[in-house]
Protein backbone atom coordinates (compact mmCIF):
# COMPACT_ATOMS: atom_id res chain seq x y z
CA UNK A 1 0.00 0.00 0.00
CA UNK A 2 1.03 3.62 -0.64
CA UNK A 3 0.71 5.90 1.97
CA UNK A 4 0.48 9.40 1.30
CA UNK A 5 3.17 11.86 3.13
CA UNK A 6 2.29 12.87 6.29
CA UNK A 7 4.04 16.22 8.37
CA UNK A 8 6.96 15.07 10.51
CA UNK A 9 6.73 11.19 10.20
CA UNK A 10 8.89 9.08 7.25
CA UNK A 11 6.60 7.14 4.87
CA UNK A 12 8.02 3.97 6.37
CA UNK A 13 7.08 5.60 10.38
CA UNK A 14 3.38 5.71 8.77
CA UNK A 15 3.60 2.29 7.59
CA UNK A 16 4.29 0.76 10.10
CA UNK A 17 1.43 2.37 12.90
CA UNK A 18 -0.99 2.54 10.48
CA UNK A 19 -0.22 -1.26 9.52
CA UNK A 20 -0.34 -2.43 13.24
CA UNK A 21 -4.05 -0.60 13.26
CA UNK A 22 -5.59 -2.35 10.35
CA UNK A 23 -4.03 -5.39 10.91
CA UNK A 24 -5.80 -5.90 14.50
CA UNK A 25 -9.36 -3.75 13.71
CA UNK A 26 -11.56 -4.30 11.61
CA UNK A 27 -15.97 -4.15 12.09
CA UNK A 28 -17.93 -5.60 9.59
CA UNK A 29 -21.01 -4.13 9.11
CA UNK A 30 -23.20 -7.00 8.72
CA UNK A 31 -22.19 -7.75 12.42
CA UNK A 32 -23.83 -4.71 13.40
CA UNK A 33 -26.97 -5.96 11.59
CA UNK A 34 -26.83 -9.31 13.40
CA UNK A 35 -26.59 -8.07 16.28
CA UNK A 36 -29.37 -5.39 16.29
CA UNK A 37 -27.11 -2.64 16.11
CA UNK A 38 -28.30 0.86 15.09
CA UNK A 39 -25.68 2.93 13.44
CA UNK A 40 -25.87 6.10 13.20
CA UNK A 41 -28.39 5.96 16.22
CA UNK A 42 -30.89 5.57 12.75
CA UNK A 43 -33.47 2.70 12.62
CA UNK A 44 -33.36 0.21 9.90
CA UNK A 45 -36.33 2.29 7.91
CA UNK A 46 -33.43 5.31 8.19
CA UNK A 47 -35.63 7.13 11.31
CA UNK A 48 -33.88 8.50 13.92
CA UNK A 49 -33.84 5.91 17.05
CA UNK A 50 -36.13 7.90 20.32
CA UNK A 51 -33.80 9.12 22.90
CA UNK A 52 -35.12 11.85 24.25
CA UNK A 53 -38.27 14.52 24.59
CA UNK A 54 -38.65 18.37 24.06
CA UNK A 55 -40.61 21.08 23.70
CA UNK A 56 -38.39 23.36 21.37
CA UNK A 57 -38.62 22.15 18.05
CA UNK A 58 -40.19 19.02 15.84
CA UNK A 59 -38.91 18.32 12.81
CA UNK A 60 -41.95 16.86 9.91
CA UNK A 61 -40.87 14.56 6.81
CA UNK A 62 -43.15 11.92 6.59
CA UNK A 63 -46.24 10.22 8.18
CA UNK A 64 -45.43 6.60 9.83
CA UNK A 65 -48.33 3.97 9.95
CA UNK A 66 -49.21 1.74 12.78
CA UNK A 67 -47.48 -1.27 10.32
CA UNK A 68 -44.43 0.85 10.34
CA UNK A 69 -45.29 2.59 6.93
CA UNK A 70 -43.70 5.57 6.30
CA UNK A 71 -45.64 7.91 3.96
CA UNK A 72 -44.20 10.83 2.54
CA UNK A 73 -45.19 14.35 3.03
CA UNK A 74 -43.85 17.75 2.78
CA UNK A 75 -41.34 18.65 5.35
CA UNK A 76 -42.59 21.27 8.17
CA UNK A 77 -40.49 22.46 10.60
CA UNK A 78 -42.31 24.06 13.89
CA UNK A 79 -40.42 26.22 16.56
CA UNK A 80 -42.61 26.04 19.69
CA UNK A 81 -45.85 25.22 18.12
CA UNK A 82 -45.04 27.73 15.14
CA UNK A 83 -44.53 26.55 11.54
CA UNK A 84 -41.47 28.40 10.23
CA UNK A 85 -43.29 29.22 7.05
CA UNK A 86 -45.56 31.45 9.38
CA UNK A 87 -42.78 33.45 10.85
CA UNK A 88 -41.61 33.87 7.41
CA UNK A 89 -44.70 35.08 5.84
CA UNK A 90 -44.54 37.59 8.99
CA UNK A 91 -41.59 38.93 8.29
CA UNK A 92 -42.06 39.38 5.06
CA UNK A 93 -45.71 40.61 5.11
CA UNK A 94 -44.34 43.33 7.85
CA UNK A 95 -41.30 44.04 6.41
CA UNK A 96 -38.87 43.58 9.32
CA UNK A 97 -36.43 41.24 10.93
CA UNK A 98 -37.87 38.40 12.82
CA UNK A 99 -34.21 36.36 13.91
CA UNK A 100 -34.42 37.79 17.08
CA UNK A 101 -38.22 37.18 17.99
CA UNK A 102 -37.12 33.11 16.59
CA UNK A 103 -34.45 33.44 19.39
CA UNK A 104 -36.81 34.66 22.08
CA UNK A 105 -39.31 32.09 21.32
CA UNK A 106 -36.22 28.94 20.79
CA UNK A 107 -35.01 30.50 24.69
CA UNK A 108 -38.82 30.95 26.28
CA UNK A 109 -41.02 29.17 24.76
CA UNK A 110 -44.00 31.62 23.65
CA UNK A 111 -44.02 35.05 21.50
CA UNK A 112 -42.18 38.02 22.71
CA UNK A 113 -44.80 40.97 23.73
CA UNK A 114 -43.55 44.17 21.57
CA UNK A 115 -41.99 45.65 25.15
CA UNK A 116 -40.20 42.24 26.02
CA UNK A 117 -38.70 42.32 22.28
CA UNK A 118 -37.62 45.54 22.40
CA UNK A 119 -35.41 44.85 25.70
CA UNK A 120 -34.45 42.07 24.64
CA UNK A 121 -33.14 43.42 21.34
CA UNK A 122 -31.30 46.18 23.45
CA UNK A 123 -29.98 43.10 25.83
CA UNK A 124 -28.53 41.24 22.84
CA UNK A 125 -26.90 44.49 21.05
CA UNK A 126 -25.18 45.75 24.60
CA UNK A 127 -24.01 42.46 25.00
CA UNK A 128 -22.09 42.49 21.45
CA UNK A 129 -18.64 43.98 22.00
CA UNK A 130 -16.51 41.61 23.00
CA UNK A 131 -14.61 41.61 26.61
CA UNK A 132 -11.72 44.32 27.02
CA UNK A 133 -8.50 42.81 25.82
CA UNK A 134 -10.29 39.95 24.45
CA UNK A 135 -9.73 40.08 20.72
CA UNK A 136 -5.90 41.23 20.80
CA UNK A 137 -5.31 37.99 23.10
CA UNK A 138 -7.15 35.30 21.98
CA UNK A 139 -8.19 36.40 18.23
CA UNK A 140 -5.58 37.58 16.69
CA UNK A 141 -2.29 36.43 18.49
CA UNK A 142 -3.29 32.83 17.48
CA UNK A 143 -5.19 33.16 14.01
CA UNK A 144 -6.80 29.97 12.48
CA UNK A 145 -7.28 29.18 8.95
CA UNK A 146 -10.32 27.54 10.14
CA UNK A 147 -13.21 30.26 11.17
CA UNK A 148 -15.44 27.47 13.09
CA UNK A 149 -11.82 26.22 15.14
CA UNK A 150 -10.78 29.95 15.94
CA UNK A 151 -15.05 30.58 17.02
CA UNK A 152 -14.48 27.53 19.15
CA UNK A 153 -11.60 28.13 21.30
CA UNK A 154 -12.94 31.89 21.43
CA UNK A 155 -16.15 30.55 23.23
CA UNK A 156 -14.28 28.46 25.11
CA UNK A 157 -11.92 31.10 26.07
CA UNK A 158 -15.10 32.76 27.75
CA UNK A 159 -14.66 31.14 30.60
CA UNK A 160 -12.15 32.45 31.72
CA UNK A 161 -13.53 35.82 31.32
CA UNK A 162 -17.14 34.27 33.40
CA UNK A 163 -16.42 34.71 37.35
CA UNK A 164 -19.60 32.17 37.62
CA UNK A 165 -18.66 29.78 34.81
CA UNK A 166 -19.54 26.84 36.13
CA UNK A 167 -22.71 27.93 37.72
CA UNK A 168 -25.54 25.55 36.13
CA UNK A 169 -28.72 27.29 37.34
CA UNK A 170 -31.27 28.36 34.85
CA UNK A 171 -30.21 32.21 35.69
CA UNK A 172 -26.76 31.79 35.07
CA UNK A 173 -27.38 29.67 31.95
CA UNK A 174 -29.89 31.92 30.77
CA UNK A 175 -27.54 35.12 31.24
CA UNK A 176 -24.53 32.97 29.80
CA UNK A 177 -26.86 32.29 26.53
CA UNK A 178 -27.46 35.77 25.77
CA UNK A 179 -24.33 36.61 25.92
CA UNK A 180 -22.70 33.87 23.39
CA UNK A 181 -25.59 34.91 21.22
CA UNK A 182 -24.79 38.29 21.43
CA UNK A 183 -21.16 37.98 21.34
CA UNK A 184 -20.57 35.16 18.09
CA UNK A 185 -21.30 37.65 15.17
CA UNK A 186 -18.52 39.50 16.93
CA UNK A 187 -16.05 37.00 17.34
CA UNK A 188 -16.69 35.46 13.67
CA UNK A 189 -16.04 38.81 12.07
CA UNK A 190 -12.70 39.16 13.79
CA UNK A 191 -11.45 35.65 13.29
CA UNK A 192 -12.11 35.94 9.94
CA UNK A 193 -10.13 39.76 9.65
CA UNK A 194 -7.23 37.69 11.41
CA UNK A 195 -7.65 35.28 9.21
CA UNK A 196 -7.07 37.08 6.20
CA UNK A 197 -4.14 39.22 7.52
CA UNK A 198 -2.38 36.57 8.90
CA UNK A 199 -3.13 33.74 5.77
CA UNK A 200 -3.98 36.03 2.89
CA UNK A 201 -1.68 39.02 3.25
CA UNK A 202 -4.78 41.41 3.62
CA UNK A 203 -5.10 44.56 5.24
CA UNK A 204 -6.62 44.13 9.08
CA UNK A 205 -10.07 46.22 10.33
CA UNK A 206 -11.88 46.02 12.71
CA UNK A 207 -15.86 47.75 13.17
CA UNK A 208 -17.17 47.92 16.25
CA UNK A 209 -21.09 47.17 17.09
CA UNK A 210 -23.33 50.01 15.77
CA UNK A 211 -26.20 50.53 17.86
CA UNK A 212 -29.63 50.13 16.71
CA UNK A 213 -28.96 47.26 14.31
CA UNK A 214 -30.54 43.92 14.48
CA UNK A 215 -28.20 40.54 14.21
CA UNK A 216 -27.89 40.36 10.42
CA UNK A 217 -27.66 44.17 9.61
CA UNK A 218 -24.85 43.61 12.62
CA UNK A 219 -22.61 40.85 10.64
CA UNK A 220 -23.15 42.64 7.28
CA UNK A 221 -22.12 46.45 8.87
CA UNK A 222 -19.00 44.61 10.51
CA UNK A 223 -18.07 42.07 7.94
CA UNK A 224 -17.84 45.01 5.05
CA UNK A 225 -15.00 47.53 4.45
CA UNK A 226 -17.72 49.95 4.14
CA UNK A 227 -20.28 49.03 6.61
CA UNK A 228 -22.76 49.84 3.91
CA UNK A 229 -25.74 46.83 2.97
CA UNK A 230 -29.33 47.22 1.14
CA UNK A 231 -32.25 46.47 3.49
CA UNK A 232 -32.95 43.77 1.16
CA UNK A 233 -29.63 42.23 1.49
CA UNK A 234 -30.21 42.05 5.47
CA UNK A 235 -33.31 40.83 5.32
CA UNK A 236 -32.41 37.94 3.48
CA UNK A 237 -29.39 37.18 5.68
CA UNK A 238 -32.41 37.39 8.46
CA UNK A 239 -34.14 35.17 6.51
CA UNK A 240 -31.38 32.59 6.53
CA UNK A 241 -30.79 32.82 10.13
CA UNK A 242 -34.07 32.66 10.98
CA UNK A 243 -34.41 29.08 9.22
CA UNK A 244 -30.97 27.91 10.48
CA UNK A 245 -31.72 28.76 14.19
CA UNK A 246 -32.95 25.22 15.22
CA UNK A 247 -34.02 21.74 13.85
CA UNK A 248 -34.58 19.33 16.71
CA UNK A 249 -32.60 17.55 19.39
CA UNK A 250 -31.59 14.76 17.18
CA UNK A 251 -28.76 17.36 14.62
CA UNK A 252 -25.51 16.09 15.42
CA UNK A 253 -24.71 19.49 17.01
CA UNK A 254 -27.68 19.91 19.05
CA UNK A 255 -27.10 16.30 19.93
CA UNK A 256 -23.55 16.33 20.90
CA UNK A 257 -24.34 19.68 22.67
CA UNK A 258 -26.89 17.67 24.68
CA UNK A 259 -24.59 14.56 25.54
CA UNK A 260 -22.04 17.39 27.26
CA UNK A 261 -24.74 18.92 28.86
CA UNK A 262 -25.99 15.97 30.08
CA UNK A 263 -22.56 14.95 32.13
CA UNK A 264 -22.81 18.58 34.08
CA UNK A 265 -20.24 20.64 32.25
CA UNK A 266 -20.22 24.42 31.60
CA UNK A 267 -22.49 26.37 29.26
CA UNK A 268 -18.90 27.25 27.42
CA UNK A 269 -17.74 23.30 26.55
CA UNK A 270 -21.40 22.38 25.55
CA UNK A 271 -21.92 24.88 23.15
CA UNK A 272 -17.76 24.61 22.05
CA UNK A 273 -18.23 21.18 21.05
CA UNK A 274 -21.60 22.01 19.65
CA UNK A 275 -19.60 23.99 16.81
CA UNK A 276 -16.96 21.14 16.36
CA UNK A 277 -19.79 19.24 15.25
CA UNK A 278 -21.55 21.44 13.31
CA UNK A 279 -17.69 22.28 11.21
CA UNK A 280 -17.96 18.66 9.72
CA UNK A 281 -18.79 18.11 6.11
CA UNK A 282 -22.21 15.87 6.65
CA UNK A 283 -23.14 18.62 8.78
CA UNK A 284 -23.04 22.27 8.92
CA UNK A 285 -20.23 21.85 6.21
CA UNK A 286 -22.15 20.72 3.74
CA UNK A 287 -23.45 23.58 1.65
CA UNK A 288 -20.11 24.28 0.94
CA UNK A 289 -19.69 20.96 -0.67
CA UNK A 290 -22.86 22.20 -2.61
CA UNK A 291 -21.15 25.26 -4.49
CA UNK A 292 -18.30 23.33 -5.38
CA UNK A 293 -20.73 21.07 -6.95
CA UNK A 294 -22.21 23.83 -8.21
CA UNK A 295 -18.94 25.86 -9.99
CA UNK A 296 -17.85 22.20 -11.62
CA UNK A 297 -21.13 22.08 -13.38
CA UNK A 298 -21.30 25.22 -14.63
CA UNK A 299 -17.71 24.75 -15.68
CA UNK A 300 -18.32 21.73 -17.35
CA UNK A 301 -21.84 21.58 -18.87
CA UNK A 302 -22.09 23.59 -21.98
CA UNK A 303 -25.83 24.07 -21.52
CA UNK A 304 -27.24 24.34 -18.03
CA UNK A 305 -30.44 24.98 -19.45
CA UNK A 306 -30.82 21.66 -20.89
CA UNK A 307 -32.34 19.49 -18.64
CA UNK A 308 -31.26 16.30 -20.46
CA UNK A 309 -27.46 17.63 -20.30
CA UNK A 310 -27.79 18.27 -16.41
CA UNK A 311 -29.33 15.11 -16.24
CA UNK A 312 -26.55 13.41 -17.70
CA UNK A 313 -23.91 15.16 -15.61
CA UNK A 314 -25.36 14.57 -12.41
CA UNK A 315 -25.97 10.40 -13.48
CA UNK A 316 -22.19 10.76 -14.07
CA UNK A 317 -21.80 12.24 -10.54
CA UNK A 318 -23.14 9.73 -8.95
CA UNK A 319 -21.09 7.16 -10.74
CA UNK A 320 -18.10 8.53 -9.75
CA UNK A 321 -17.17 9.94 -13.25
CA UNK A 322 -17.90 13.44 -12.24
CA UNK A 323 -17.45 15.92 -9.43
CA UNK A 324 -15.19 14.92 -6.50
CA UNK A 325 -16.15 11.30 -7.26
CA UNK A 326 -17.45 11.03 -4.22
CA UNK A 327 -20.70 10.04 -5.90
CA UNK A 328 -22.95 11.86 -4.05
CA UNK A 329 -25.15 14.76 -5.42
CA UNK A 330 -24.73 17.52 -2.69
CA UNK A 331 -27.75 19.27 -1.84
CA UNK A 332 -29.72 16.31 -2.29
CA UNK A 333 -31.68 14.06 0.32
CA UNK A 334 -32.39 14.62 4.22
CA UNK A 335 -32.48 12.42 6.99
CA UNK A 336 -35.99 13.15 8.22
CA UNK A 337 -37.71 14.98 4.96
CA UNK A 338 -39.54 13.21 2.43
CA UNK A 339 -40.77 15.08 -0.28
CA UNK A 340 -39.74 18.73 0.34
CA UNK A 341 -37.21 20.46 3.18
CA UNK A 342 -39.26 23.92 4.15
CA UNK A 343 -36.14 25.59 4.72
CA UNK A 344 -34.68 24.73 1.25
CA UNK A 345 -38.42 26.29 -0.35
CA UNK A 346 -37.93 29.43 1.97
CA UNK A 347 -34.57 30.51 0.73
CA UNK A 348 -35.31 29.03 -2.80
CA UNK A 349 -38.24 31.50 -3.28
CA UNK A 350 -36.90 34.52 -1.31
CA UNK A 351 -33.74 34.26 -3.12
CA UNK A 352 -34.64 34.51 -6.53
CA UNK A 353 -35.33 38.45 -6.98
CA UNK A 354 -31.79 39.26 -5.69
CA UNK A 355 -29.63 36.31 -7.63
CA UNK A 356 -31.37 37.64 -10.52
CA UNK A 357 -30.37 41.36 -9.16
CA UNK A 358 -26.39 40.83 -8.43
CA UNK A 359 -26.00 38.63 -12.04
CA UNK A 360 -26.66 35.12 -10.44
CA UNK A 361 -29.42 33.84 -12.52
CA UNK A 362 -27.19 31.08 -14.49
CA UNK A 363 -26.34 29.63 -10.83
CA UNK A 364 -29.57 30.02 -9.23
CA UNK A 365 -31.63 28.46 -12.74
CA UNK A 366 -29.35 25.73 -12.34
CA UNK A 367 -29.96 24.71 -8.69
CA UNK A 368 -33.70 24.99 -9.52
CA UNK A 369 -32.62 22.36 -11.87
CA UNK A 370 -30.61 20.08 -9.49
CA UNK A 371 -33.55 20.31 -6.77
CA UNK A 372 -35.95 18.75 -10.11
CA UNK A 373 -33.79 16.30 -11.43
CA UNK A 374 -31.48 15.18 -8.93
CA UNK A 375 -34.34 13.13 -7.07
CA UNK A 376 -35.17 11.31 -10.10
CA UNK A 377 -31.65 10.48 -10.82
CA UNK A 378 -31.22 9.08 -7.54
CA UNK A 379 -33.82 6.55 -7.72
CA UNK A 380 -32.88 5.70 -11.08
CA UNK A 381 -29.16 5.02 -10.34
CA UNK A 382 -30.35 3.30 -6.88
CA UNK A 383 -33.13 1.21 -8.56
CA UNK A 384 -35.14 2.71 -5.21
CA UNK A 385 -38.43 4.04 -5.15
CA UNK A 386 -37.52 6.09 -1.99
CA UNK A 387 -38.29 9.73 -1.85
CA UNK A 388 -35.39 12.40 -1.67
CA UNK A 389 -35.55 16.11 -1.72
CA UNK A 390 -33.56 18.98 -1.82
CA UNK A 391 -32.05 20.01 1.32
CA UNK A 392 -31.44 23.47 2.92
CA UNK A 393 -27.66 23.01 2.07
CA UNK A 394 -28.42 23.33 -2.02
CA UNK A 395 -29.72 26.98 -1.69
CA UNK A 396 -28.00 28.48 1.36
CA UNK A 397 -24.37 28.87 -0.20
CA UNK A 398 -25.81 30.73 -3.26
CA UNK A 399 -27.50 33.00 -0.84
CA UNK A 400 -23.68 33.54 1.05
CA UNK A 401 -22.26 34.20 -2.15
CA UNK A 402 -24.88 36.62 -3.25
CA UNK A 403 -24.19 38.53 -0.58
CA UNK A 404 -20.77 38.75 -1.29
CA UNK A 405 -19.80 36.80 1.91
CA UNK A 406 -16.73 34.70 1.83
CA UNK A 407 -17.04 31.02 2.03
CA UNK A 408 -14.78 30.88 4.96
CA UNK A 409 -18.12 31.88 6.55
CA UNK A 410 -20.65 29.78 5.42
CA UNK A 411 -20.89 27.21 7.64
CA UNK A 412 -19.62 29.82 10.77
CA UNK A 413 -22.85 31.86 9.93
CA UNK A 414 -24.76 28.41 10.34
CA UNK A 415 -23.83 28.39 14.11
CA UNK A 416 -24.09 31.85 14.85
CA UNK A 417 -28.05 31.32 13.86
CA UNK A 418 -27.95 27.94 15.45
CA UNK A 419 -26.61 29.05 18.68
CA UNK A 420 -29.75 29.64 20.00
CA UNK A 421 -31.23 26.67 19.45
CA UNK A 422 -28.00 25.27 21.08
CA UNK A 423 -28.70 27.13 24.56
CA UNK A 424 -32.50 26.24 24.08
CA UNK A 425 -31.85 22.70 24.31
CA UNK A 426 -28.79 22.77 26.93
CA UNK A 427 -31.51 24.67 29.45
CA UNK A 428 -33.95 22.18 28.44
CA UNK A 429 -31.22 19.07 29.30
CA UNK A 430 -29.93 20.85 32.34
CA UNK A 431 -33.75 21.81 33.96
CA UNK A 432 -35.35 18.65 32.50
CA UNK A 433 -33.50 15.39 31.41
CA UNK A 434 -31.34 15.08 34.55
CA UNK A 435 -29.35 11.86 33.34
CA UNK A 436 -26.62 11.38 32.06
CA UNK A 437 -26.78 9.89 28.33
CA UNK A 438 -24.96 7.11 28.19
CA UNK A 439 -25.87 4.30 25.16
CA UNK A 440 -24.51 1.03 24.84
CA UNK A 441 -21.20 -0.68 23.21
CA UNK A 442 -21.20 -4.15 22.65
CA UNK A 443 -17.50 -5.45 22.57
CA UNK A 444 -16.76 -7.92 19.55
CA UNK A 445 -12.95 -8.32 20.21
CA UNK A 446 -10.90 -11.35 20.49
CA UNK A 447 -9.26 -12.45 23.91
CA UNK A 448 -5.78 -12.28 23.98
CA UNK A 449 -2.99 -12.93 26.49
CA UNK A 450 -0.60 -10.64 27.96
CA UNK A 451 3.04 -11.67 26.71
CA UNK A 452 5.92 -10.45 28.11
CA UNK A 453 8.49 -8.81 25.84
CA UNK A 454 10.91 -11.26 25.06
CA UNK A 455 7.83 -13.24 23.43
CA UNK A 456 6.67 -10.80 21.40
CA UNK A 457 7.95 -11.20 17.32
CA UNK A 458 8.58 -8.16 15.45
CA UNK A 459 6.93 -8.39 11.58
Known amino acids: ?36 VKRGLRNPDGTGVLAGLTNICDVVGYDKKEDGTIVPIDGKLIYRGIDLQTLVDEAINSDRFMFEEV ?25 RELPDGFAEKIIISTPSPNIMNKMARAVLSMYSYDENAENSSLENIIRQSINLIAELP ?47 EAKLLDLCLVVHADHGGGNNSTFTDRVLSSSGTDTYSAITGAICSLKGPKHG ?11 DMMEHIKDTED ?19 SGLIYGIGHAVYTKSDPRARILRDHSKALAYEKGFKAEYDLLCLIEKLGPIVFREEKGLTKNVCANMDLYSG ?19 SRVAGWCAHRMEEVEFANRIIRPAYKYIGSDQEYTDFDHREDD
Open 398 to 416: LVYRILGISEDLFTPIFAI
Open 285 to 295: GANLMVMNQLD
Open 1 to 36: MIYPDVPGFSPQEIAVLCDAYRENNFIDPKTSEKLG
Open 103 to 127: VWLLLFGSLPTRENLRRFCKLIEKH
Open 307 to 325: ENEVKEYLRKIMRREAGNR
Open 186 to 232: TMMVYSYQTKKHAYDHESLYFHYPVTGLSTAEHILATYRPDQKYTRE
